[in-house]
């Protein structure tokens, strides 16, 4: 492997940058060529790339979003859109690829691999979690800090106005973001699509708490949840079956996948960057790096993608202790 070039595909989050940064320096260290190439997919169909040295990535470990950019592409779901991509990458005399995405981007790498036997590493950044073979993904703690701070705010109106407010937070279909954030910030509710509690059990709990002397409340509520109705309904319904509740609703959106990369995704994406690499140098392809009880670990990129990533029971629990 002489030439590796580095990508952010799909979804954004905080701490791509800084596994850009590590993959280019380990690059460095290792005497290997850098390639940075932008917007994903699309990117390396057009050819749209820059060479990465060492002094590339000053001043990007702090920094939110990619300094790559991202994209989806709907050219590289085509043949012959993967073909101009491989050409792209012969021409420019790139041997190998660390992707920094989602399972779509990981199932893009996959079916590149098998047409041209192209080595590819992933590293899984995506702030929702909901990704088979890590117990963090690049972006979810800084998503999470970013909830738990926007519902303390929150949470400062409502006690001041004795309101009830639904906060729903980010997560796609899944409630990782929803269930620890709202451990974090207190709530008294916490909807997530992997466990529908169902709406009776919702007004129960909130005359319950009403009745235990709670004068304000927040309930969260994951993008994903499986109440069949949007933030918007569930506050009406809300409303509508209990007595002297003023509800109000607010959806927290893309700031959760903005900002300043938390400490523990810097150090995350630095880990894996590295790892990424040597498993390149050491001539491995179609696995995604993952962290597993601290330690940096692989699994094939096949099973990352199928597998589903199960919620902590233990914290619905936990939750559930917390609103006594
Ligand atoms: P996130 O989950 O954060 O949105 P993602 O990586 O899952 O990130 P997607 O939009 O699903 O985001 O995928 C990114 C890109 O990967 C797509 O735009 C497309 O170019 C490529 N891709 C996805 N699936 C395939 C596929 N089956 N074949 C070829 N390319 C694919």
């Known amino acids: 492997i002489k030439k590796i070039a580095v990508m952010t595909s799909g979804g954004d989050s905080p701490g791509m940058n800084a596994a850009i940064r590590s993959v280019v320096r380990a690059c460095a260290y290792y005497r290997t060529e850098c390639v940075g190439i932008y917007r994903g997919y699309q990117g390396m169909i057009e050819g749209d790339m820059i060479p990465l040295t060492a002094r590339s990535v000053n001043n990007i470990v702090h920094k939110g979003g990619t300094i790559l950019k991202s994209a989806r592409s709907k050219d590289f779901r085509t043949k012959e859109g993967r073909k101009k991509a491989y050409e792209n990458l012969k021409e420019n005399n790139i041997d190998a690829l660390v992707v920094i995405g989602g399972d779509g981007s990981f199932t893009g790498g996959v079916v590149f691999n098998k047409e041209y036997n192209f080595p590819i590493i992933g590293i899984p950044g995506t702030i929702d979690n909901d990704i088979f073979g890590t117990t963090h993904t690049l972006g979810y703690d800084t998503a999470l800090n970013t909830a738990v701070d926007a519902i303390d705010k929150i949470r400062d109106t409502a006690s001041s106005h004795n309101r009830l407010f639904f906060v729903e937070v980010m997560g796609r279909d899944a409630g990782f973001i929803a269930l620890n954030a709202g451990v974090g910030a207190g709530a008294e509710e916490i909807l997530i699509p992997e466990e529908d509690l169902g709406l009776d059990r919702l007004l129960e709990s909130l005359k319950k708490s009403r009745r235990a002397g709670k004068s304000s409340s927040i309930v969260v509520v994951s993008e ?101």
């Open 224 to 324: 994903g949840d499986k109440t069949g109705r949007n933030v918007f309904e569930l506050a009406d319904y809300v409303e509508e079956n209990l007595e002297d509740y003023e509800v109000r609703v607010s959806v927290l959106g893309h700031m959760q996948r903005g900002g300043t990369p938390s400490c523990f995704d810097r150090v995350l994406a630095s880990r894996m960057g590295v790892k990424a690499v040597e498993l390149l140098i050491d001539g491995k392809t179609n696995l995604m790096v993952g962290l597993q009880n601290n330690e940096i670990q692989t699994i094939d990129l096949e099973k990352a993608i199928k597998g589903q990533n199960d919620i902590n029971r233990e914290l619905l629990r936990v939750s559930d202790i917390m609103t006594t």
